[in-house]
């Protein structure tokens, strides 16, 4: 059930756009999205709930195709403080015992260079 | 937004003792608290659901008796690790789901097991 990221590095050059797809054989209810660097906790990024929509602030912003069971991160004229692992968080369900219970992706590791 | 804080930060303990993790929500209540343990570089892993007021839901392959959890109130929850070993040498780190369904995650606790 852990939803399949892609891809599973990616390097950029500052500025430069990158995109992260994560993909689930389930029926989804919503994707979250986290950003975390070595050492700490993941960092909300944004969620996105089924009805598919996007959001996005700044520079970074996200999709989510409810028929495809889809969602893809968009980072665009990246900066260094983007380097970081990704990760999509998938909610098959809400309520009852699936409330919130996030499964997570493998992980992007995108590295930004100057 | 909300506040979740973890305690300890980091661990270090010797095998065969237990050790205990606080994950409290600062600013909202939360019924539902989850524990996540994450390898280096892998992703993070559920372990379990806390429920405030009734026992844990433990995820497949996860010893109950070894992972204690107990929610004692709208606002904490606890993972005791008993009889730690070197394997259980993890970066633990809580969540907790508010009623839009965004997660704010602890700031994790580092254990290592000598």
């Known amino acids: 059930q852990q939803p399949v990221q892609s891809p599973q590095a990616v390097i950029l050059r500052e500025g430069e756009d990158a995109v992260i797809n994560c993909s689930s054989s389930k029926a989804l209810y919503s994707v979250h999205w986290y950003r975390q660097k070595h050492g700490e906790a993941p960092v909300f990024l944004m969620i996105l709930l089924k009805g598919g929509e996007q959001k996005g602030h700044e520079k970074i912003s996200a999709s989510f195709n409810e028929k495809k069971q889809q969602s893809s991160l968009y980072l665009t004229a990246s900066q260094l403080s983007y380097s970081g692992t990704y990760f999509c968080g998938t909610v098959l369900s809400a309520g009852g015992t699936s409330y919130g219970k996030l499964t997570f992706g493998q992980g992007t590791i995108l590295t930004v260079h100057p | 937004g909300a506040v979740v804080s973890q305690h300890p930060s980091w661990v270090i303990c010797k095998s065969g003792t237990s050790v205990k993790i606080e994950c409290r929500s600062l600013?909202?209540?939360?019924?539902?608290m989850f524990w996540y343990r994450q390898f280096p570089k892998q992703s993070l892993m559920l372990m379990a659901t806390s429920n405030e007021g009734s026992k844990a839901t433990y995820e497949q392959g996860v010893e109950k008796d070894k992972f204690l959890i107990n929610h004692a109130s709208l606002t904490l929850s606890t993972l005791t690790v008993t009889s730690a070993h070197p394997e259980d040498s993890s970066f633990y780190i809580c969540s907790a789901p508010d009623k839009t369904y965004e997660q704010y995650f602890g700031p994790g606790t580092r254990l290592t097991v000598t």
């Open positions: 600013d909202f209540q939360a019924t539902t």
